[in-house]
Structures are given as structure tokens and as C-alpha cells.
């Protein structure tokens, strides 16, 4: 249907963001939001790829229940590293600051961020905070685990005030990505977006900002306590000193449990876009799913306690948890079931984004369901500390998140470069991922089950052939993500043009150019129609020359 | 104030994102807010902290807590509420476009948090004095009641973080002074 | 309710665990149900709405369904309120603990588990429980937090220095079962295994009579009183005599003989070295191996110490010459 001519017709000759300025410095000083994305692009999957062959040596380690490669030590730095990394170098930042940097301010029809230099200085925060954390790998690692749990972590040896400083600088760095966005959202969306018309994603993003600046002090001054703890010996934490190291638990997690959801409403917002998208209809229950994600983030600071129930805390105490947990599910429920309704006499397609929304219905299924047993607090005395806990967490940010983040990454990359990726390829690395993904990480549950303790280096053979199975799935799932990143990387040089809208999306960022221009709008633009009015409007994919 | 938008299409002021000025300081208020809601939330973690341990060793908080002096502890009260004061009163005079006012009032301002850091060091000697440390250097024996040294550790840490807000928010003001008598602000801004 | 070993789930045998898992399955058949209604439908929907030469277009565009909005809420809503209420109530069967309980104190140090009985004696390792007796532990930890796990048991409970919790089990047959410690504290914390032995009660009163364990009748030898503390202080579980290397290196050979540390310094081990390793495993670490030998300092008393000192003196064949030396001054 379209030809050459046409796609040199759009672009080419167009300035756009990425060739308005040149050299190092337009890229280190910049303060275009999208430029931003695409620095903190390259950074946190660097971080991605360093997080996640540490997961593969680990996995390669436990083909054996003996000491095979490498020692105890080693082995506890390993998997605090790959949690550590992973949560707070790769998830966390993953989608708010790379997607919803990028195409947050043109979905709402805005020029840029609220604040575009706090933008570019939460990405210095980052790199300074992530460049901390490597340096402490080196000058001695950390083998705490992702949680720093007192007393041990305040006894063992290690860089552990160096990587503890280091999450409380990328603190910083969330802080003001959340602050940025909650701003910009309020402040900056063009005449005509009501909060209505405002798309899913951008709610997402809008419910992530306000756990982000709520709870990530908290995390900042338990951090800083640990920090004086290990240094000074105050004695907070410290049992022998009449401290309580439990108490350092349940200021921990009242961070970290409001991140989970940091991590997952976000990609949530994806989802409701790419579904709506590629089933080329009109999305199921708008106000539901919005609202749900704002019920998650209130009701996300009520739960922390459900990592504590064995942990001798007051039986209220855990009734009260137990029974929040159960309720911060039901939110979820209703976003799963308005978007597989979405589906409903739609006219589907099965490009790649659309792959990884199939995968993330599947896989996020499994791991909410699982969340259900822990929140069940008699089932949850058996299999907390096992590795059924790490299949539920793997199958919610790697199968959910990161899934959503995936089929965002190849939804958006036609606009982040004006070049299409390889649909074959592409969608041989989806399948290659969900495959894969499900052999390493289905077999955890049954571990868990059986009673395998989690952080174990020496395991009884009896586990045996399920951690095969499981080494064996993660070659899969490494296997796919080459794939994947060979593609994507191939498109930004390789690729063919990319017209403006690819996918027939109605969304704003769809409507400019392919890369867009340096301040996204030459005038505010008025609105005609909603994010999903695919009964109103019918845009024809254009591909422009893209045929795969 | 936003008689300036009319005037010109895109002032010096105005960052090229924003429509207009009002637009621009909306969010800059907004942005502050949610930045002293954040600033809420780091203390009031400090502040649980305080309570649980308050609440466990209900005697020996109220026994260290007399060690503390009342008379310093109330004249750096009174200090930090004249400086809010004084803040508030430069801000009202920049909007009025008296430069000279503006200067005169955030030196006092400084001029007072510098005085409650150096009133806050002479606590901080007194206690260090009697061997008040924090944690496993406390050495002090006057304080009955069990591990009085987790009092000081909180106590430490409150006050310490609050001294470098106070640092920090020094070293702000005198930016700002600097800037105000460079003339980058007017009633405009 | 019994239960044995499943798919998914370890034999049942305590008293409890009959419980935990028949709500385990109710959790386990709801999620299936809705696992298989949220992909059931998906896949039907891809089947049956793919887009199609005949169908290029979306043939409904409805946004809105109040009906099923509130169906896909309230649904859930009460299931999850069943699981709830359950899961609370068998979650308080486990907490509260039988008024005949039998009290033991249970200790968690890096890395190995010390049981206290009331008779004052006690074991390492390996917990020796009567059978059909409801049992009370009181648990401490002597430095991080430990987590005592027995699966087929279903319980678990976190091990918190400077404070006691409690957990209770009743076993319902005799036999072994598997001890982990489930919360990560340090190096050793795979190794910090142990067994749960269920006895008759004749067997668990027999067991008491032993007295504190390991302390041989006397007129023994010491060598003799140290081959017995050697099995009951739970050495045998990481150093073998018989020259192959386990956990810990071997005992065949050992004293007398040259060995390498792990900072590359060697070392002839002496009675000195011995008293060292055990009561200061980390002072000194044998190269090859890790550092995750618990520290005996408090278990065993100096009487004790001199009989495995001796005992592995026996089984190394410079010992010979050595005690020859010691007889001839
Ligand atoms: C993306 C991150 C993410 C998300 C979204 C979730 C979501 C949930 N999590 Fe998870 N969780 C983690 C990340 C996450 N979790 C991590 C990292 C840990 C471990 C940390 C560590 O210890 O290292 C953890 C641990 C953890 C525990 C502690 C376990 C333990 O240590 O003992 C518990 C206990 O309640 C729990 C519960 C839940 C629940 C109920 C949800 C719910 O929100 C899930 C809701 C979703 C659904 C329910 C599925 C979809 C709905 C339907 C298909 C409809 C039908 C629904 C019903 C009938 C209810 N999680
Ligand atoms: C976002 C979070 C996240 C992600 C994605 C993963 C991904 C993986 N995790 Fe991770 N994991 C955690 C978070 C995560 N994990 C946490 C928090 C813990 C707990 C730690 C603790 O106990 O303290 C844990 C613990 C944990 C354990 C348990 C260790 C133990 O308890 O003893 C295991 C064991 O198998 C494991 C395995 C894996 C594997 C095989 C992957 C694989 O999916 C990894 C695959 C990824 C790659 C192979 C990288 C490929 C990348 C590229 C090719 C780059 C692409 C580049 C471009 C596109 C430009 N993880
Ligand atoms: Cu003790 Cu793990
Ligand atoms: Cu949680």
C-alpha cells in the first residue's frame, strides 16, 4: 500500500529529536525528555544485561546441589546483586523512566516534562547511584540478600554501606522522576485531555508517581539508619544493644511492597494500551481501570506486613495484613478481566507487542494467583522463604512488568528511531521468552511447595531435577532476550522507515512524526478524539515501505 | 503577575514548555508541595522510629529526655520561627520590587541558621562533654533505665539530618541572595 | 485429614498439616478455575476475533458493561474473603499452642541448631521428639535471625535474636524428617540443616536417660568418650574418619600432619590447633573448604574438649610416635 516515495516524503529532511543537535554534550546536557529516555534506555538495560547474567551464572551453579562452581560467599553475593540490580537498577526505573519519559509528555500533548533539568538530574542520580553500586561490587560485594536485614547485614563483612548508600541515591532519582510526572500530569496536558481523556498509560504512570514520592523516603531514612548502624554502632537495629532488628523489616517493606506496584502499575498502563491497540477497539472499562490503579496505590501502603507473618509479629498485626493483601488483589482482577473483554469481537492482530500482551495475560495470571496463597497466611507459614516465593515474584516482574515492558519497548522503538524492527524476528523472540521464561520458572513453585528454602547454595538432591529443568529454561529465556536485543538493535540501524503511525494507535505520540521533532508540537494541539475512540476514527496502519 | 504573559510571547523567565507564566508557577508550586510531602515523610519515618522506641522504653525516654536543655532547646525554637519569619517577609518584599528589603532579610535569615547550627553544637558538645554518644560509644552512667544509648541514637539522627536541612537550606538562601543582588528576580518572576 | 506426598506437596505428617493443605488445594482449584477462565477466554477471543480479509474491522465496539464490571468484583471479593477467613483461622491453629504441650528450647546459631530438653539435656542438630505428643518450641537465636522449617510439618517460624518466638507441631508417625533454616543468614545458612526424629515415648524417655548427651560414663577411655562425642555432638555430620572430605575436612590423618589455610599460611595441627578449630572455627579456615563450622564454645565443656582432642589424636598414625614421647618424659 505505501511505497518508498511516501516514507521519504514523511521525515527524512525533518529535523527531529535526535538529529537536531549533535555530539557528546547535546546528549549529556540535554534537557528534551525524550532525549533523557533514551539515555536512561541505554543505561538500564546495561544494567539489565549485567543483572541478568549474574542470574544465569547463578542458575548454571545450581545445576548441582554441591558446590560446583564457586563458593557460599560468592553464591550470596550473587543473588543479592541480580535483586538488588534488578529491583532498583533495572525495574523500577525500567518503564516510568524509559516509556513514560518518552511518550507521557506527547500523550498528554505537552512540549516537555514539568521539569526538564530535574529530569536530566534524576538521570545523573541514577548514574551516580548505579556507578556506586558497581564500585561496591568491586571493593568487596554484598552478600545480604535484596532486603539488608538486620542484624546480618550489620555484621558481615562487605561494601555494604557503599551499596546501601547507593539505593538511597537512585531513591533520589525515582523521587524526582515521580515528582516530574505527578506535575507534569497535573499541570502540563493540552487543552481538551481531561482526566478522561487522558490514556491508561498516563494513569498508570500518574498512580507510580504518587507511590514514589509517598513511600521512597521512607525507604531513604531506614536506609540512612542502617548506614549510622553499621558505621557507628547506634544501635537501632543492633539486639545486643536492646535494638530491634525487626523493626528494621517493617520499614523496609513499607517501602518495598508500595514498589512492587511500582513496578507493575506502570506496566499495567502498557498493557491497556496495547491491547486496545492491537485489537483495534475500543477499550473495555476505562473508568475501572483507571480508578483501579489509583485504589492499588492507596491500598499498596496497607499490606507490608504479609512478608512478616512468620516473623513473630502480633497475630493482629498479620490478620490485618492478611486481609488488606486479599483486597489489593481485587483491583487487579478487574483490570485482567476488562482487558481480555477488550478483546471482544475486536479485529486482532499478532505483531509483537501484541505477543508479549498474550504472554503477560498468561503470566501474570499465574503470578497474582500465587500472591493469593501468600496472602493466605496458614499456606503461607509452609512456603514463605521458599522458592515458591521466588516463582511468584519472578512470574509478576519479570512475567508481568517486565513482559508489558517488552511489548512497550518494540510498540514505541518505530517512534523512539522512525525505523520498524523485523516483525518475524520479533516475534520468534516473544515466543522464544514466554518458552522459555516458563520452563525456568514454573518448576520454582513445585520446589517451593516440596519445601526448598530459598538462598540455598547446597540444595538435597532430591530438588534436583526440577533446578535442571529450571538452568535449562533460563538458556531459553537468555537465548530469547539475544534475540530480542539483536533485533531492536538492527531496526535502529537497519530497519525501514517508519511512518507515524504504524500500528493504527489513536494516541497523541502517534500523531507527530517518526522520530518526532525537537519539541514534539509546533503548537499545543486541541484534541478531536479519546486515546481509544476506534469507533469514532479508523487510521489505517501506516507503515510506510515497512513490508514484513 | 501575569500581566507578563501578555507582554511578551516567551520572556526570559518562561521555560519554552510552558505556555504561560501561570502555567509555569503552578507547577513550580505543585512541584514544592509534593517535594515537602516527601520531606513529611522522611521525617515522619525518623519520627516512627522515636515512637516505637518511645513506646517500649516508656522510663528511660522520659529519664534522658531531661538531660536534654530545655533553655538552648527553646531559644533555637524561637530562632528557626523568626527565620520562617524573615523568609516570608523577603518573598513579600521581591514581590514589591524592593531589592534592598529583600537583601537585608535573607541575610538575617542565614544570619539565624547559622546561629542554630552553632547553638545546636554547643548541645552537641555538652552531651559529648558527659559521654552522651550515639550507640556503642554512649559512656555516660546518669540515666537509669535500659540502653539510654538508643535514645541518643535517635536523637542524633533526628537532629543531625534536621542540621543538614538547615545547612543545606543556608546554602540555598545565600544563592538566592546572591542571585537577588545579581537582579535575577523582580516582582515579575 | 492425611496426607501423603502429592505433586505438589510433601507428606503430611503432623497433626496440622492436614489442614494447611486442604486449604492449600481449595486456593490451588479456585486459581486454576480462574487461571484457565482468563486464558480460556483470551485464547477464544484470538481464535474467533483475528483479524480477517472478510472481517478487517472490530464488529463491536462496546466500552461498558455495568453488569459484569460488578461480577468480576464482587466475585472475587468473596472468594478471597472464604480464603481469608480461612486461612486466618488455621494460621491461629498454628499459633496457639496446646495447653499438654511438651516445652523444648530450641537455639539457632551460625550454623547449627541447639535443642535443650527439660531434663537439661540436650542435642545438636537433631531434635528427638515423642510421637502423638503435642510439642511447644521456644525458640532464640544466639546471633542472626534463623527460620526453623520442617515441611512435612508445615511449620515455620522465624528465629529472632534477643527475643523468643514459638511455634508447636504434633507429629503424627515415627520417623525422620527433614530441618532447614529458612532465613538467609549467611554462608553456611544451606548447611544449617538438621533432622526432627520422632520416637515412640518409651524410646524418647530412653533417649532423656542418656542424660546430657555425650557425657560417657566414666571410667571410659577418653579416646573411647571421644569417638561418642564425635557421633552425638554432630561432627560426624561434616567430618568423616575415614579420609574423604565432606563438609569439613577428614579426621583420618589429620593431627600431626601439615595442613593449608586458606590465606596460603600452613600450619601443623597440634592439640592447640584442635582446641582452636573447635572452639574458634573461623579463626583459622582450611583451605578448600568454607567457613561455616559453628563455633562449640558453650556446648561442650573442657573434660569434653580433652576427649575429642584425644579421639582424633587416635586416628592419625604420627599419634603413635607423639604419645610415645608423651609416656617417655
Ligand atoms: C511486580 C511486583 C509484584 C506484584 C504485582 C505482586 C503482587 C502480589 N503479591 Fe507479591 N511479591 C513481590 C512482587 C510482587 N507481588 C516480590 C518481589 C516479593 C518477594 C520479595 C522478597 O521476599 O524477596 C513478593 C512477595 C509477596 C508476599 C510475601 C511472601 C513471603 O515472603 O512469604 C505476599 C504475601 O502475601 C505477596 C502477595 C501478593 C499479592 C496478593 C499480589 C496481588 O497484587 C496480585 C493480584 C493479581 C491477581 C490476583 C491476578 C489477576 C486476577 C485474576 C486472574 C482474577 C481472579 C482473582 C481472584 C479470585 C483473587 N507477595
Ligand atoms: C526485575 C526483577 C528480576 C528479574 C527480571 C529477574 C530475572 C531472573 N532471575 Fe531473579 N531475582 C530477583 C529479581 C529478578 N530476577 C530478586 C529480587 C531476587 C531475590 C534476591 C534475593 O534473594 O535477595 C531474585 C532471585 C533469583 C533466584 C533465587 C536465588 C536464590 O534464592 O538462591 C534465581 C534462581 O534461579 C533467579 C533467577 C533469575 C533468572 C534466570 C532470570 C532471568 O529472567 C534473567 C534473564 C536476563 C538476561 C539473560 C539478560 C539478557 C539481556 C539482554 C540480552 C540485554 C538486552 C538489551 C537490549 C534490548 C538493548 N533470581
Ligand atoms: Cu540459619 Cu539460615
Ligand atoms: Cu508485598
Redesign the pocket.
Known amino acids: 500500500m505505501s511505497t518508498e516515495t511516501l516514507s521519504t516524503a514523511h521525515g527524512e529532511n525533518k529535523v527531529n529529536y535526535l538529529n537536531a543537535a549533535h555530539g557528546i554534550k547535546s546528549w549529556l546536557l540535554t534537557k528534551d525528555h525524550k532525549r533523557i529516555a533514551i539515555l536512561y534506555?541505554?543505561s538500564i538495560?546495561?544494567m539489565?544485561?549485567f543483572?541478568?547474567?549474574l542470574?544465569?551464572f547463578?542458575?548454571l551453579e545450581?545445576l548441582g546441589p554441591g558446590p560446583d562452581l564457586i563458593q557460599a560467599k560468592t553464591?550470596n553475593q550473587?543473588?543479592?546483586l541480580?535483586?538488588?540490580i534488578?529491583?532498583f537498577m533495572?525495574?523500577i526505573p525500567s518503564v516510568p523512566a524509559i516509556l513514560g519519559n518518552f511518550a507521557l509528555p506527547i500523550q498528554i500533548g505537552a512540549k516537555d516534562v514539568a521539569f526538564p533539568r530535574l529530569n536530566l538530574a534524576s538521570w545523573y542520580f541514577y548514574i551516580i547511584g548505579s556507578g556506586l553500586a558497581v564500585y561496591a561490587i568491586l571493593a568487596g560485594s554484598v552478600d545480604?540478600?535484596?532486603?539488608f536485614y538486620t542484624p546480618y547485614s550489620t555484621q558481615t563483612t562487605g561494601a555494604v554501606i557503599t551499596m546501601v548508600f547507593a539505593i538511597f541515591i537512585l531513591g533520589f532519582s525515582s523521587i524526582f522522576t515521580g515528582l516530574n510526572f505527578i506535575a507534569t500530569i497535573h499541570k502540563l496536558r493540552a487543552p481538551g485531555i481531561t482526566w478522561y481523556k487522558m490514556p491508561l498509560f498516563v494513569w498508570g504512570i500518574y498512580a507510580t508517581g504518587i507511590i514514589q514520592v509517598l513511600a521512597t523516603p521512607v525507604l531513604g531514612i531506614t536506609l540512612v539508619l542502617l548506614i549510622l548502624e553499621r558505621a557507628f554502632g547506634i544501635g537501632i537495629f543492633d539486639p545486643a544493644m536492646g535494638g530491634d532488628p525487626v523493626l528494621f523489616q517493617h520499614f523496609f517493606w513499607f517501602y518495598s511492597h508500595p514498589a512492587v506496584y511500582i513496578?507493575i502499575l506502570p506496566g499495567m498502563g502498557i498493557i491497556s494500551e496495547l491491547v486496545s491497540t492491537f485489537s483495534h477497539r475500543k477499550i473495555f472499562g476505562f473508568k475501572p481501570i483507571a480508578y483501579s490503579s489509583i485504589a492499588i496505590a492507596f491500598l499498596s501502603f496497607g499490606v507490608w506486613g504479609h512478608h512478616m507473618f512468620v516473623s513473630g509479629q502480633s497475630q493482629y498485626a498479620t490478620l490485618i495484613f492478611s486481609f488488606l493483601t486479599f483486597l489489593v488483589a481485587i483491583p487487579s482482577g478487574v483490570k485482567m478481566f476488562n482487558w481480555v473483554s477488550t478483546m471482544y469481537k475486536g479485529a486482532i492482530t499478532f505483531e509483537t507487542p501484541m505477543l508479549f500482551t498474550l504472554s503477560f495475560f498468561f503470566t501474570f495470571a499465574i503470578g497474582g494467583l500465587t500472591g493469593i496463597f501468600l496472602g493466605a497466611t496458614a499456606v503461607d507459614v509452609h512456603v514463605t522463604d521458599t522458592?515458591f516465593v521466588?516463582a511468584h515474584?519472578?512470574y509478576v516482574?519479570?512475567g508481568g512488568?517486565?513482559m508489558a515492558f517488552f511489548g512497550g519497548?518494540y510498540y514505541w522503538w518505530p517512534k523512539i528511531w522512525g525505523r520498524m524492527y523485523n516483525e518475524a524476528w520479533g516475534q520468534a523472540s516473544a515466543l522464544l521468552v514466554f518458552v522459555g521464561?516458563n520452563f525456568?520458572?514454573f518448576p520454582?513453585f513445585i520446589m517451593g511447595t516440596q519445601g526448598m528454602p530459598?538462598?540455598?547454595?547446597l540444595y538435597p538432591e532430591k530438588y534436583q531435577i526440577l533446578q535442571v529443568l529450571?538452568?535449562g529454561?533460563?538458556w531459553i529465556?537468555?537465548l530469547g532476550?539475544?534475540i530480542?536485543?539483536a533485533v531492536?538493535?538492527h531496526a535502529i540501524k537497519w530497519g525501514k522507515k517508519a511512518g507515524k503511525n504504524p500500528w493504527g494507535a489513536l494516541t497523541l505520540e502517534w500523531m507527530v512524526d517518526s522520530p518526532p521533532a525537537p519539541h514534539n508540537f509546533e503548537q499545543i494541539p486541541t484534541i478531536e478524539f479519546g486515546p481509544y475512540d476506534h469507533d469514532k476514527v479508523l487510521v489505517e496502519p501506516d507503515r510506510a515501505g515497512a513490508v514484513t | 503577575m501575569s500581566n507578563a504573559t501578555e507582554a511578551a510571547e516567551h520572556p526570559s523567565y518562561l521555560q519554552h514548555h510552558f505556555s504561560d507564566a501561570a502555567q509555569q508557577q503552578e507547577s513550580a508550586k505543585l512541584g514544592m508541595w509534593i517535594f515537602l510531602l516527601t520531606e513529611i515523610l522522611l521525617f515522619g519515618g525518623l519520627f516512627g522510629f522515636y515512637t516505637f522506641y518511645r513506646a517500649w522504653n516508656p522510663e528511660m525516654f522520659y529519664n534522658a529526655h531531661e538531660h536534654l536543655n530545655v533553655v538552648l532547646g527553646t531559644v533555637n525554637t524561637l530562632v528557626l520561627i523568626t527565620s520562617s519569619v524573615t523568609v516570608a517577609l523577603a518573598i513579600n518584599a521581591i514581590q514589591r520590587g524592593m531589592k534592598k528589603r529583600t537583601i537585608l532579610f535573607l541575610a538575617i535569615t542565614v544570619g539565624l541558621a547559622v546561629s542554630f547550627l552553632i547553638i545546636k553544637g554547643f548541645e552537641y558538645a555538652e552531651h559529648f562533654h558527659l559521654g552522651q554518644y550515639p550507640g556503642k560509644f554512649y559512656s555516660y552512667t546518669g540515666i537509669a533505665g535500659t540502653d539510654p544509648h538508643i535514645f541518643f541514637s535517635v536523637y542524633y539522627t533526628m537532629t543531625g539530618l534536621h542540621g543538614l536541612h538547615v545547612l543545606a537550606g543556608v546554602i540555598v538562601i545565600s544563592w538566592v541572595l546572591y542571585r537577588t543582588s545579581r537582579n535575577h528576580f523582580s516582582p515579575e518572576y | 485429614m492425611d496426607t501423603t506426598g502429592t505433586f505438589w506437596m510433601p507428606e503430611g505428617s503432623s497433626t496440622i498439616a492436614g489442614d494447611v493443605d486442604a486449604l492449600f488445594y481449595f486456593i490451588l482449584w479456585a486459581s486454576v478455575f480462574f487461571f484457565l477462565l482468563i486464558v480460556g477466554i483470551s485464547v477464544y477471543f484470538i481464535i474467533k476475533y483475528r483479524k480477517r480479509a472478510d472481517r478487517p474491522n472490530a464488529t463491536s465496539q462496546v466500552a461498558y458493561n455495568v453488569k459484569l464490571e460488578v461480577v468480576w468484583t464482587l466475585v472475587p471479593i468473596i472468594l478471597v474473603f472464604i480464603v481469608f477467613v480461612w486461612g486466618f483461622n488455621t494460621f491461629m491453629k498454628l499459633q496457639v499452642v496446646p495447653r499438654d504441650a511438651l516445652e523444648i528450647k530450641v537455639t539457632g546459631r551460625q550454623w547449627m541448631w541447639v535443642f535443650d530438653y527439660p531434663n537439661g539435656s540436650n542435642s545438636l542438630n537433631e531434635l528427638v521428639v515423642p510421637v502423638n505428643q503435642p510439642i511447644k518450641l521456644l525458640m532464640s537465636s544466639d546471633d542472626v535471625i534463623h527460620s526453623f522449617y520442617v515441611p512435612q510439618f508445615r511449620i515455620k517460624q522465624d528465629v529472632v535474636p534477643n527475643r523468643y518466638t514459638i511455634t508447636w507441631f504434633e507429629a503424627k508417625r515415627t520417623g525422620k524428617f527433614d530441618l532447614y533454616c529458612a532465613e538467609?543468614c549467611g554462608k553456611g545458612h544451606s548447611e544449617m540443616l538438621g533432622t526432627v526424629r520422632v520416637v515412640s515415648s518409651d524410646e524418647y524417655a530412653s533417649f532423656l536417660e542418656g542424660g546430657p548427651a555425650g557425657e560417657a560414663p566414666s571410667g571410659q577411655s577418653l579416646v573411647a568418650q571421644g569417638k561418642q562425642l564425635y557421633s552425638n555432638r554432630q561432627c560426624i555430620t561434616c567430618h568423616s574418619v575415614d579420609g574423604s572430605a565432606n563438609v569439613g575436612p577428614t579426621f583420618r590423618n589429620l593431627f600431626g600432619h601439615e595442613v593449608t589455610l586458606s590465606d596460603g599460611s600452613t600450619v601443623t595441627v597440634d592439640e592447640n590447633y584442635l582446641r582452636e578449630s573447635i572452639l574458634n572455627p573461623q579463626a583459622k579456615v582450611t583451605q578448600g573448604f568454607q567457613p561455616v563450622m559453628p563455633t562449640f564454645q558453650g556446648l561442650i565443656n573442657d573434660r569434653q574438649l580433652d576427649a575429642l582432642v584425644a579421639y582424633l589424636k587416635s586416628l592419625s598414625e604420627v599419634e603413635q610416635v607423639e604419645s610415645e614421647q608423651v609416656t617417655a618424659e
Open positions: 534506555l541505554w538495560m546495561l539489565f544485561l543483572g541478568g547474567l542470574a544465569l547463578l542458575r545450581l553464591y550473587l543473588f543479592t541480580h535483586g538488588a534488578m529491583i533495572f525495574i545480604t540478600g535484596w532486603t513496578m522458592y521466588v515474584f519472578h516482574m519479570m512488568t517486565i519497548l521464561f525456568t520458572f520454582m530459598r538462598r540455598y547454595f529450571s538452568t529454561g533460563s529465556l537468555g532476550l539475544l530480542m536485543a531492536l538493535l | 538467609f
